[in-house]
């Protein structure tokens, strides 16, 4: 029982006041003595908004229909962490490092919210991305060798997502990677206390494991000729990042003390930078930026042989955002003095040219300067991260005047054919979108490669569950069709009958749902450590803890299912004329839960009204768009 004063359960309704009033007055006779209807009940799967904002489009109701135990292994014996990863890996080779440093759009976008809070995407992910590498998961075997061979320029999130996903393919794979080790971004402009090495390592070996030539050293451009790799390959991916960032816009910016924060992160990440001076002034409001000052409050500066607090502070160029997030609570909690809606002016320089203070100047939304408000802040190391661009060396013919490439929607870059590019050397982006380029670009040069016509891209370009392929994995593959002129095929099983996949088009929002289905759930968190600025110093250790199994199962049976089934029973049990069954158990599959007898349906929408994940629509019935 709801109990009103102390709610357990929404008690939204699908009616206004006064819609309840029919303007028909034999609907119960038409409901339990109508005989026929032109509107019965279709399954409709449409993409749900987790998945449709994820820029790497992961099957995240795919997933998380694994770990509450919808979606059974096909294989006997399979664990369903197994199974889960498997899904993962479709879209996205990387759950553990997206499971821990993505700013996981999907969960903003959560329909759940609407109910009582979004679901823990990330914490699902980071278990089962663990388990996989605790388990030595694989990824499946690549397809047969198709004789096509592409070379991936770089190896952040982009270029190994490409590179995985071509190999996964059948096609030969060489990675060219300037630097001694793999990784990128993610290894040298993110430290290993949110993104831990072992972590990272085995990711990408997993991916190189499936038979990818690395030559690490060479930088395309300046060691190898870029045309020398579009005459030995079919096709040329760049993912080479953004490599180069912005100098520090002010008078006397050269000063010895004064470096980019990618050079800063560089060192730490390659152990070359152990400790940082007194006072350390970071500018710019960039991830980089933030990245930075963690890792100087981490290391502290030493002083005689004592290792202690260095004074860190971000000179930030707007006024702080109304909802600080993550970064920058940390940061604060760190002891990280953050000072916003500031630019810098000029560099002041002691009698040596080393900085000894920055001049900054307040700014107004928008960037106009306000007269008289500089000051100087003294600093012992000003370090600069504002913007990115990416290094084109040898290779100027890329660049679009902004220091980015330009591609098409179908990520060719526009110069000349059979060069690819995808990540941040088109634009400042997230990982997950990085990781999303290289999926997509990978399905790109697949068409190009095999000589095929490149195909218009979807409007949700995300990772697209195939019922065929569910039903064959299961053993229950249609026949096929005969091509005879029959009526009455509504049982033959050359079809898949009563099944409409509209999520290539379609997504499905919170007013679809029978939100008042689902009792009210808390959240399950990740234990986060707190990190204060009394201990931050030499903190280099994880922040947040995996979930354990049975927390992971409760948080993915929190999810809603939106537009694919969850098989609740509802519309079995409120049908009136008793017209909707299970689907035997041994032909169930994925979407394939309930059937409709049309000869009982009278089309009275009730099982469409209980369904609490939007996936029954009225046949005949026109969906918005
Ligand atoms: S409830 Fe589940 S399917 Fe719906 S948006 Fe949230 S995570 Fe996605
Ligand atoms: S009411 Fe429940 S069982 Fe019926 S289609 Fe919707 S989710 Fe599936």
Same mark, same amino acid.
Not at 240 to 266: E, I
Not at 527 to 552: C, H, K, M, N, Y
């Given at each position: 029982?709801?109990?009103?004063?102390?709610?357990?359960?929404?008690?939204?309704?699908?009616?206004?006041?006064? =819609?309840?009033?029919?303007?028909?007055?034999?609907?119960?006779?038409?409901?339990?003595?109508?005989?026929?209807?032109?509107?019965?009940?279709?399954?409709?799967?449409?993409?749900?908004?987790?998945?449709?904002?994820?820029?790497?489009?992961?099957?995240?109701?795919?997933?998380?229909?694994?770990?509450?135990?919808?979606?059974?292994?096909?294989?006997?014996?399979?664990?369903?962490?197994?199974?889960?990863?498997?899904?993962?890996?479709?879209?996205?080779?990387?759950?553990?490092?997206?499971?821990?440093?993505?700013?996981?759009?999907?969960?903003?976008?959560?329909?759940?919210?609407?109910?009582?809070?979004?679901?823990?995407?990330?914490?699902?992910?980071?278990?089962?991305?663990?388990?996989?590498?605790?388990?030595?998961?694989?990824?499946?075997?690549?397809?047969?060798?198709?004789?096509?061979?592409?070379?991936?320029?770089?190896?952040?999130?982009?270029?190994?997502?490409?590179?995985?996903?071509?190999?996964?393919?059948?096609?030969?794979?060489?990675?060219?990677?300037?630097?001694?080790?793999?990784?990128?971004?993610?290894?040298?402009?993110?430290?290993?206390?949110?993104?831990?090495?072992?972590?990272?390592?085995?990711?990408?070996?997993?991916?190189?494991?499936?038979?990818?030539?690395?030559?690490?050293?060479?930088?395309?451009?300046?060691?190898?000729?870029?045309?020398?790799?579009?005459?030995?390959?079919?096709?040329?991916?760049?993912?080479?990042?953004?490599?180069?960032?912005?100098?520090?816009?002010?008078?006397?910016?050269?000063?010895?003390?004064?470096?980019?924060?990618?050079?800063? #992160?560089?060192?730490?990440?390659?152990?070359?930078?152990?400790?940082?001076?007194?006072?350390?002034?970071?500018?710019?409001?960039?991830?980089?930026?933030?990245?930075?000052?963690?890792?100087?409050?981490?290391?502290?500066?030493?002083?005689?042989?004592?290792?202690?607090?260095?004074?860190?502070?971000?000179?930030?160029?707007?006024?702080?955002?109304?909802?600080?997030?993550?970064?920058?609570?940390?940061?604060?909690?760190?002891?990280?003095?953050?000072?916003?809606?500031?630019?810098?002016?000029?560099?002041?320089?002691?009698?040596?040219?080393?900085?000894?203070?920055?001049?900054?100047?307040?700014?107004?939304?928008?960037?106009?300067?306000?007269?008289?408000?500089?000051?100087?802040?003294?600093?012992?190391?000003?370090?600069? $991260?504002?913007?990115?661009?990416?290094?084109?060396?040898?290779?100027?013919?890329?660049?679009?005047?902004?220091?980015?490439?330009?591609?098409?929607?179908?990520?060719?870059?526009?110069?000349?054919?059979?060069?690819?590019?995808?990540?941040?050397?088109?634009?400042?982006?997230?990982?997950?979108?990085?990781?999303?380029?290289?999926?997509?670009?990978?399905?790109?040069?697949?068409?190009?490669?095999?000589?095929?016509?490149?195909?218009?891209?979807?409007?949700?370009?995300?990772?697209?569950?195939?019922?065929?392929?569910?039903?064959?994995?299961?053993?229950?593959?249609?026949?096929?069709?005969?091509?005879?002129?029959?009526?009455?095929?509504?049982?033959?099983?050359? $079809?898949?009958?009563?099944?409409?996949?509209?999520?290539?088009? #379609?997504?499905?929002?919170?007013?679809?749902?029978?939100?008042?289905?689902?009792?009210?759930?808390?959240? !399950?968190?990740?234990?986060?450590?707190?990190?204060?600025?009394?201990?931050?110093?030499?903190?280099?250790?994880?922040?947040?803890?995996?979930? $354990? =199994?049975?927390? !992971?199962?409760?948080?993915?049976?929190?999810?809603?299912?939106?537009?694919?089934?969850?098989?609740?029973?509802?519309?079995?049990?409120?049908?009136?004329?008793?017209?909707?069954?299970?689907?035997?158990?041994?032909?169930?599959?994925?979407?394939?839960?309930?059937?409709?007898?049309?000869?009982?349906?009278?089309?009275?929408?009730?099982?469409?009204?209980?369904?609490?994940?939007?996936?029954?629509?009225?046949?005949? =019935?026109?969906?918005?768009?």
């Amino acid at each position: 029982m709801n109990d009103i004063a102390n709610p357990t359960q929404h008690t939204f309704r699908r009616f206004k006041d006064g =819609e309840t009033v029919w303007d028909f007055s034999d609907l119960q006779t038409r409901i339990f003595e109508g005989e026929r209807t032109y509107k019965c009940p279709t399954y409709v799967r449409r993409t749900p908004p987790c998945q449709a904002i994820c820029p790497s489009g992961h099957d995240i109701r795919g997933w998380l229909s694994i770990a509450r135990g919808i979606d059974k292994p096909p294989v006997a014996g399979m664990p369903w962490q197994e199974y889960a990863f498997q899904r993962m890996a479709a879209a996205n080779p990387f759950p553990a490092l997206i499971g821990r440093i993505c700013p996981a759009q999907c969960q903003k976008s959560c329909n759940r919210d609407k109910v009582d809070d979004f679901i823990g995407i990330n914490s699902v992910e980071h278990y089962v991305g663990d388990w996989a590498i605790a388990h030595k998961l694989k990824l499946p075997a690549p397809a047969e060798a198709t004789g096509k061979s592409v070379a991936v320029v770089g190896s952040g999130p982009a270029a190994l997502s490409a590179a995985c996903y071509l190999r996964l393919k059948g096609h030969a794979i060489t990675i060219y990677e300037a630097r001694d080790k793999l990784g990128g971004m993610t290894r040298y402009g993110i430290s290993s206390h949110r993104l831990p090495r072992d972590v990272l390592d085995a990711e990408i070996q997993r991916i190189l494991d499936l038979g990818i030539t690395v030559v690490t050293g060479k930088k395309v451009g300046v060691d190898i000729p870029l045309a020398e790799l579009e005459s030995k390959f079919d096709a040329v991916f760049l993912g080479v990042g953004a490599q180069k960032c912005a100098p520090l816009d002010a008078q006397g910016a050269d000063a010895p003390n004064s470096m980019s924060g990618l050079a800063f #992160l560089n060192a730490f990440n390659e152990g070359r930078l152990q400790d940082v001076p007194a006072r350390v002034l970071v500018v710019g409001e960039t991830d980089i930026a933030l990245e930075v000052a963690a890792v100087a409050r981490r290391l502290g500066h030493v002083e005689g042989a004592k290792r202690q607090n260095a004074q860190v502070t971000i000179v930030y160029g707007r006024p702080l955002p109304r909802v600080l997030g993550d970064k920058l609570e940390h940061l604060l909690a760190e002891g990280v003095q953050i000072r916003p809606s500031l630019a810098p002016v000029a560099v002041v320089a002691d009698d040596t040219g080393r900085a000894k203070a920055l001049r900054v100047v307040e700014v107004e939304r928008g960037g106009k300067r306000r007269p008289n408000t500089e000051v100087d802040i003294e600093c012992d190391l000003i370090v600069t $991260a504002t913007g990115q661009s990416g290094d084109f060396a040898g290779m100027t013919e890329l660049d679009n005047g902004s220091g980015q490439m330009t591609v098409d929607g179908l990520y060719r870059w526009t110069g000349r054919p059979g060069i690819f590019a995808g990540g941040e050397v088109l634009r400042p982006l997230n990982v997950n979108r990085a990781v999303g380029h290289g999926r997509i670009a990978a399905q790109v040069i697949d068409q190009y490669v095999r000589g095929e016509t490149m195909e218009k891209r979807p409007a949700f370009d995300v990772y697209q569950f195939d019922m065929l392929a569910e039903l064959e994995q299961r053993g229950l593959k249609p026949a096929d069709y005969h091509h005879r002129q029959e009526s009455g095929t509504d049982t033959a099983n050359f $079809a898949v009958h009563n099944f409409e996949d509209r999520s290539a088009n #379609l997504d499905v929002s919170a007013s679809d749902l029978f939100l008042g289905h689902f009792a009210l759930e808390p959240r !399950v968190e990740r234990i986060e450590r707190p990190i204060t600025a009394e201990t931050v110093l030499g903190d280099f250790g994880e922040r947040i803890s995996a979930l $354990a =199994e049975e927390q !992971v199962v409760a948080e993915a049976k929190r999810c809603m299912s939106c537009g694919s089934c969850m098989e609740c029973d509802n519309c079995i049990i409120y049908c009136p004329k008793v017209a909707v069954e299970r689907v035997p158990e041994e032909l169930r599959a994925v979407g394939r839960y309930v059937t409709t007898d049309y000869a009982k349906c009278v089309g009275c929408h009730i099982c469409k009204d209980v369904c609490p994940s939007g996936y029954i629509q009225m046949g005949l =019935e026109r969906i918005k768009a």
